[in-house]
């Protein structure tokens, strides 16, 4: 740029320099796998670094094949090194979407083989639903049991009023569905040994509220399971 009034020129070292953003498409196809340094973090995901002043985006969406990720921080760390997959590059934008997720394979292909129905496993309430509980049953897999299925020895309306989270339960699988991802159980037994009840009640989640939890069976599609 030349000012003549002020008497003045302009330089730009840049403009001498291919912009990286126009290569990197064909330097990282999408599907390319890559190692990054993760350099931030914000409540929608994770900015990772995968070449010198040139960052992607790692959503919290695509964190986990199995659990339901509240924030990055439950997955990642600043300076962690991460394995990560090309999902898409919008050179114009400059923006790179990457996976965490997707560079390792994705265990609800394989999970009946894991959790095949008559299973028993044993876990910890980690969310309740109005219409029942999300529990952990180990390995980031998380199970749903319908109110129906509570089976402590007395009706339940309120999930809030009988469970808590951090409670142990004894379970049985009743259905795998991959295609949905989802794992339905009931309650075989609740151990005497349980954590202390918190002081505050636990949130019950509404059914319907937006990304609450993964596709969940009703009450009504257990019954025609039995």
């Not at 993760?38 to 900015?47: E, I, K, P």
């Not at 129906?148 to 989270?165: I, R």
């Amino acid at each position: 740029k030349v000012d003549p009034n002020e008497e003045k020129i302009s330089l730009g070292m840049k403009q001498t320099e291919q912009d990286p953003w126009v290569v990197l498409p064909y330097k990282y196809p999408v599907g390319t796998r890559i190692n990054g340094k993760v350099r931030n973090l914000t409540s929608f995901g994770a900015f990772v670094e995968i070449e010198p002043g040139i960052d992607g985006l790692i959503h919290i969406s695509d964190m986990s094949w199995t659990k339901r990720v509240q924030h990055p921080s439950e997955v990642v760390k600043k300076g962690d090194a991460v394995d990560v997959v090309i999902l898409n590059i919008d050179a114009e934008n400059k923006r790179i979407s990457l996976g965490l997720k997707q560079a390792i394979e994705d265990p609800w292909l394989s999970i009946g083989e894991s959790y095949p129905v008559n299973t028993d496993v044993s876990g910890h309430v980690v969310r309740l639903m109005d219409k029942g509980v999300v529990v952990d049953i180990g390995n980031d897999i998380e199970g749903f049991v319908p109110i129906s299925q509570l089976n402590l020895g007395k009706p339940v309306v309120n999930p809030a009023d009988d469970v808590y989270e951090g409670m142990k339960f004894d379970m049985r699988v009743l259905e795998v569905d991959p295609i949905h991802r989802r794992i339905v159980l009931t309650v075989t037994n609740v151990p005497e040994d349980q954590p202390p009840r918190p002081e505050t009640p636990s949130k019950v989640i509404p059914m319907d509220e937006e990304n609450a939890m993964p596709p969940i069976i009703m009450d009504e599609d257990v019954d025609s399971i039995e």
